[in-house]
């Protein structure tokens, strides 16, 4: 191993920064590490990053050329290019693409990929949602499997969402468009029109159900 990384890495020890194995961190020499920030087996902080206090990064997490502010957690997650602020919690399979703000107490969890975007503080989305061109206000809740539709074939286009907005489970938003303040969308709907403030949006069809139909096709099943 290059001497430079040993010595970095004896560097951030000295300094006041926690590593459960120091042979299993790799941190570059130009980056830099607040007191008290635990750096787990697997982390790997490369180009101009900077992690703020009393973090906790790692298992399993690269951070190229980003800010990482205080109390920040990030956890099996790569982080390119982007500011995390403070009191975050990045993981685990988190995928944040160049050029995103993820505002102050967010939640950004499994299998999330962010691109070129901007979320206010309280932000949350759980579990398997994509994010990209978009400016997204504070304490939006993001449900299960939303997508932001920012890509026609041709161009990418931007998606608006205010505060206090809550976007249902399988929601796709498809770019231009823009949820004002306090917005619910119904989970299932494809969202291409803006939405007022404090409205709510269904975009899908009716469901039909037709009852003892199961029965009969199987029976036809029977015969056959």
Known sequence: MDESLITKRNELLAA????????????EPQVTVGKGTVLLPGTILRGSTTVGENCTIGPN???????VEDNVTINTAQVEDSLIRKGCEIGPYTHIRPHCDVGEGS????????????????????????????DVGERVNFGCGV?????????????TIGSDVFVG?????????T?????YTAAGSTVTEDAPADSLVIARSRQTVKPGWAAEHRKKKVKK
Request: charged share 15%.
């Open 61 to 67: 997490v690269m951070l190229t050329d980003s800010r």
């Open 169 to 177: 489970c399988n929601t796709n938003l498809v770019a231009p468009v």
């Open 147 to 159: 997508v932001t539709c920012n890509y026609d074939g041709n161009a990418k286009h931007r998606t």
């Open 16 to 27: 006041g920064v926690v590593m459960m194995d120091p042979s299993a961190v790799w941190v």
């Open 179 to 183: 949820l004002a303040d306090g917005v």
């Open 107 to 134: 939640k950004i969890g499994a299998f999330v990929q962010l691109k070129n975007c901007n979320l206010g503080a309280g932000t949350k989305m759980a579990h398997l949602t994509y994010v990209g061109d978009a």
